[in-house]
């Protein structure tokens, strides 16, 4: 909102808008772009490194929404975990990357030469783009505790779903051990950036990554397997017996049944 009210309001719902659309027509053509006919380096670079990176996160990010979407339907769940965060993801993307795209074109530009030296400058870069003076410094802030708390919540989340899966499925296993692993879990990061950066640590997640997509293989067919059981299972207001088809049923079918007698019903056939 604030880049919104405060940026090129105009050519960021725009710009917005556009990119959206350009999206979902090529959506279908990038996910089955395999770069066979030549080597860029985009397939590597993009495509599989966010399968790796998906991959990666899936074991503690899948067992956090299971917990959180306990009794909901599956309609629901599909809303809430991925129609509404794409939604917001397109629009939160359209406003910080078209307020970049902005400056750096009609602007004095520099978010390039930022993101250049250090890709993790591009979003001060861009609130100093727009020279609010003050208030972008206390934008600044504000970013860097949005930052911190969305870290820290995710290495919460990661420690506990580590800590469920040792302790058995224990929904609420010590906080020692959630702080010991947090301990653990920060000091691997801090080693890993320290030894070669970012990418050190990005490749290390994507070692790891490989080996678990045969346990999300598995964990797919098992799904399909007990979504297949509880295909018709009795939900509130709904019946519990599964549909049949209407020539099964004379009721359903508005056919009156031909009343016969008793000696007749218990005739052999």
């Known amino acids: 909102m604030f880049l919104l009210l405060f940026g090129p309001t105009q050519y960021l719902i725009a710009i917005t808008i556009e990119s959206a659309g350009d999206y ?3 959506l279908m053509g990038m996910t089955f772009h395999t770069n066979a006919t030549r080597d860029d380096g985009w397939q590597a670079e993009w495509t599989v490194f966010f399968w790796g990176w998906w991959l990666a996160w899936s ?3 899948g067992m956090f929404i299971a917990r959180v979407s306990r009794g909901r339907t599956f309609r629901e769940f599909v809303m809430g975990v991925l129609l509404v965060p794409t939604v917001i993801t397109v629009v939160w993307i359209g406003l910080f990357g078209g307020t970049a795209l902005y ?3 009609f602007g004095a530009g520099g978010i390039v030469a930022a993101v250049d030296r250090d890709v993790a400058t591009a979003l001060f870069a861009t609130i ?3 020279g609010l003076g003050v208030a972008g410094q206390a934008v600044s802030l504000a970013l860097v505790v949005l930052i911190a708390t969305y870290l820290i919540t995710s290495a919460n989340a990661g420690t506990l779903v580590i800590n469920t899966i040792l302790s058995g ?8 051990h959630r702080i010991l692993w947090g301990a653990v879990l920060g000091l ?11 990418e050190t640590l990005q490749a290390a997640v994507i070692m790891a990554a490989l080996p678990f997509s045969v346990v999300i293989m598995l964990m797919i067919a098992g799904l399909l397997k007990a979504l ?13 017996e599964a549909p049949r088809e209407p020539w099964a049923d004379l009721d359903d079918a508005g056919v009156q049944p031909v009343p016969v007698s008793d000696d007749e019903a218990h005739k052999p056939h």
């Open 188 to 198: 691997l990061t801090a080693v890993l950036l320290l030894a070669g950066g970012l």
């Open 59 to 61: 074991p503690f990010v």
């Open 24 to 26: 979902i027509q090529n």
């Open 169 to 176: 499925g224990d929904p609420e296993p010590p906080t020692f």
């Open 103 to 105: 400056h750096e074109l």
């Open 128 to 130: 100093e783009a727009m």
């Open 228 to 240: 297949h059981r509880e295909r018709y299972a009795a939900r509130t207001g709904e019946r519990a």
